[in-house]
């Protein structure tokens, strides 16, 4: 994976690099010149690849966010961040060369194929309205805001909008170009740039990469919210998805109902505080919000995280659960009921009629080259 890494900037920009994994631990932080990793060994001992997409993830920081920076980024330290409009490039392009760098080295991944993986990603940027209420640059900005309700009702996902977002970049560029140039090249130009991108700055690599106008890419997609309309790059090389709508499952095979809230406590709050996807789900219809204090969930007072979880995992389909909340306004009491909800089903196929050109390019693509 190092080796892979070093092939595509030309190089390592250090002369000693440490990845150092710690046992009975989560999570993980880059460095400039190190990685910390948690590692629980029982997970290890079940899996010795399972942290393998996370440790390409963290060491692809050591270029893209130790070094190639959002404008006004900063270096390392312990302060609050200012919220950056470049995290989608950040956090999401590292998330695609985080799939792609493991493929290339030849190691097995979890999605056993790029399609696979694309199918995924897909699936979970079409579940979640955000992307179309609000853009890139403002989800970036949510990354580091110190509020977690800064997008009202809707939760986003930077590393997920950043990574679709350089997926059809990148079949933009492999596409214009023939599958001489491809998302590398923008890479490799972003690392000359020592003072910090800006979205401009980007969009100028990428049309530079792809001999392009990739402006109203840009205007709807990273300065504008829209969903990205996928059918309209996967078929450059050969792909289209199909798209069915379910009903969501948990692994048993029932319908599970729509919990899809979350809650947090800040230092010295009394009660936990309210976080909702999205405002289309049975609590947003209910008249909850994000940022509301929770004061009673049934019978329960919300005096921890750990009450709500516990109440949320014991909800059925057809179960109607009384709230009361606590907001500027005074208390509020809502009834939710709780029903089932539709999620996507992504299933990208070949185009059997692709001319033979695309169908170099797809191969190209699937082969991670």
Same mark, same amino acid.
């Given at each position: 994976m190092v080796s892979q890494a070093a092939a595509l900037f030309g190089g390592l920009p250090y002369a000693r690099y440490t990845f150092?994994?710690?046992?009975?631990? @989560?999570g993980a932080l880059e460095h400039p010149d *190190?990685?910390?990793?948690? *590692?629980?060994?029982?997970?290890?001992?079940?899996? &010795?690849? *399972?942290?393998? /997409? /996370?440790? !390409?993830? /963290? @060491?692809?920081?050591?270029w893209n966010l130790m070094r190639i920076k959002p404008a006004?980024?900063?270096?390392?330290?312990?302060?609050?961040? &200012?919220?950056? $409009?470049?995290?989608?490039?950040? /956090?999401?392009?590292?998330?695609?060369?985080?799939?792609?760098? &493991?493929?290339? !080295?030849?190691?097995?991944?979890? +999605?056993?194929?790029?399609?696979?993986?694309?199918?995924?990603?897909?699936a979970r940027y079409?579940?979640?309205?955000?992307?179309a209420h609000y853009s890139a640059e403002r989800i970036s900005q949510s990354s580091y805001a110190p509020d977690p309700a800064f997008l009202g009702d809707y939760q986003g996902s930077t590393h997920l909008d950043g990574e679709i977002l350089g997926a059809m970049l990148d079949l933009l560029i492999r596409s214009r170009t023939d599958g001489r140039r491809s998302l590398d090249d923008v890479m490799r130009g972003?690392? =000359?740039?020592?003072?910090?991108?800006? $979205? !401009?700055?980007?969009?100028?690599?990428?049309?530079?990469?792809?001999?392009?106008?990739?402006? &109203?890419?840009? +205007?709807? @997609?990273?300065?504008?919210?829209?969903?990205?309309?996928?059918? =309209?790059?996967?078929?450059?090389?050969?792909?289209?998805? =199909?798209? +069915?709508?379910v009903d969501a499952v948990g692994d048993s095979g029932r319908v599970v109902p729509d919990v899809r809230i979350w809650?947090?406590?800040?230092?010295g709050a009394p009660r936990p505080l309210l976080l909702l996807n999205t405002p289309e789900s049975q609590w947003g219809h209910a008249g909850l919000h994000s940022g509301d204090s929770l004061v009673t969930m049934g019978d329960s007072a919300m005096t921890d995280v750990a009450t709500?979880?516990?109440?949320?995992?014991?909800?059925?389909?057809?179960?109607?659960?009384?709230? $009361?909340?606590?907001r500027a306004g005074g208390e509020f009491t809502a009834r939710v009921p709780l029903t089932s909800y539709r999620h996507p089903v992504v299933t990208i196929v070949r185009d059997a009629a692709a001319s033979e050109r695309v169908r170099k390019l797809r191969e190209a693509w699937e082969a991670g080259r």
């Open positions: 150092l994994y710690v046992d009975k631990a @989560y *190190a990685v910390t990793l948690g *590692a629980p060994s029982a997970d290890l001992a079940g899996d &010795p690849d *399972a942290l393998l /997409e /996370e440790t !390409a993830h /963290e @060491y692809f920081h050591l006004g980024y900063g270096g390392v330290t312990y302060e609050p961040r &200012p919220l950056s $409009t470049g995290l989608w490039v950040s /956090e999401g392009f590292t998330m695609f060369y985080a799939d792609l760098l &493991p493929r290339r !080295a030849g190691l097995a991944l979890r +999605d056993s194929t790029r399609t696979r993986h694309l199918e995924r990603l897909l079409l579940e979640n309205p955000v992307f972003l690392a =000359q740039d020592t003072t910090g991108f800006t $979205t !401009a700055g980007v969009q100028r690599l990428v049309g530079s990469a792809c001999g392009c106008d990739v402006g &109203p890419f840009f +205007d709807h @997609y990273v300065r504008g919210a829209a969903l990205i309309d996928v059918n =309209q790059y996967l078929p450059l090389i050969g792909l289209r998805a =199909q798209i +069915d709508w809650a947090y406590q800040p230092v709500f979880r516990r109440i949320v995992r014991r909800v059925r389909v057809r179960d109607t659960i009384q709230v $009361t909340v606590r």
